[in-house]
């Protein structure tokens, strides 16, 4: 069992196998040219599963796979059997834009994938295409569908954005409902990387506008999930993620893995410590002490705090390279 040094059972990895996207979205990096981290400096499927195996055998029972677009990610289902093989009853997802899904998703449901999370900002193609930073509404719906046709269980994510899609937060909501899909509007995260004009909209002015038709009963979270659940008077039950919120972290259970090897104990701060040596020499007694080190050393809280958002610190963090 992973336990970190303030008592915490850590059992969930997330493993960032590529910092490149196709999209170029406002809330994560817009201005990012179209450049990638050579080959050669990201760690083979095979040395990543050689810690992936490490974490397992610790006690990590939920591994999601993330980017950048994990799907640019070449022989990506290969990965995702090599984990599912070593340990079948794995709880096993990928977050995704989505537009690769078409060709994608039966792959990736085969090689034992069990779940998405899909990022899905605005059903209005000029509004999705402003987000993105280019036409993506028409693949990322055919996506959606795929993945739902093939038996994939899909969870949705939005960023509301004041003056940008702010106004679509119940079309989202009753999209997701008709596909019987559970939403999660999450709060924008503030980082230097994002477009600076920005305004992000706190949780209660989403709930907000969630009971400008319904009435909502908050349910709570779900185990160390950092979804804050709220169920509807019709009985569909959805999701903030807001990590401002002061108990946010208080049952966080997650480290990350970076494509090029670095170690990862919370996603606001920038510390990390790399298990890049010791997996190309196939080192896994030192590469377990790496995560022990990381464990012992991760924080107890970010520095996000529940003050208005534009008092707020800025990340640094480029969340492209962790997966949010």
């Known amino acids: 069992m992973l336990i970190d040094g303030h008592g915490r059972t850590v059992n969930y990895l997330r493993i960032s196998v590529t910092e490149r996207c196709n999209f170029r979205c406002q809330y994560c990096m817009p201005e990012k040219p179209f450049s990638w981290v050579p080959k050669e400096n990201l760690l083979s499927f095979e040395e990543l599963f050689l810690f992936v195996k490490v974490a397992i055998d610790e006690g ?77 509404l028409s693949e990322v719906l055919k996506g959606i569908d795929k993945a739902l046709e093939v038996g994939l269980q899909v969870k949705i994510n939005m960023v509301p954005l004041k003056g940008i899609n702010d106004d679509e937060i119940l ?17 924008y995260m503030e980082n230097e990387h994002a477009d600076k004009a920005l305004k992000g909209m706190h949780g209660r002015e989403i709930l907000a506008k969630v009971k400008e038709r319904h009435t909502i009963k908050a349910l709570g979270r779900e185990g160390a999930s950092p979804s804050f659940n709220y169920l509807l008077d019709d009985g569909y039950e959805f999701g903030l993620i807001d990590p401002h919120k002061h108990d946010f972290c208080e049952s966080c259970n997650r480290i990350r893995l970076t494509a090029e090897g670095f170690l990862i104990p919370c996603l606001y701060f920038d510390e990390a410590m790399s298990i890049a040596e010791h997996v190309k020499k196939g080192d896994v007694e030192s590469a377990a002490g790496v995560l022990a080190q990381v464990l012992k050393d991760k924080p107890k809280e970010n520095r996000w705090s529940e003050e208005e958002l534009e008092d707020r610190e800025l990340s640094k963090r480029a969340f492209y390279e962790t997966g949010g």
């Open 171 to 187: 079309d989202v909501m009753d999209y997701c409902k008709a596909h019987g899909m559970k939403v999660r509007f999450i709060e």
């Open 60 to 136: 990590v029972n939920k591994i999601r796979i993330t980017g950048g677009e994990p799907l640019l990610r070449e022989d990506l289902d290969k990965f995702i059997k090599m984990i599912s093989d070593y340990k079948p009853d794995i709880d096993l997802a990928l977050t995704t834009n989505a537009f690769l899904l078409p060709d994608a998703a039966q792959r990736l449901k085969d090689a034992g994938l069990k779940r998405l999370n899909i990022s899905l900002d605005s059903l209005k193609t000029d509004v999705a295409a402003k987000v993105a930073g280019k036409d993506v």
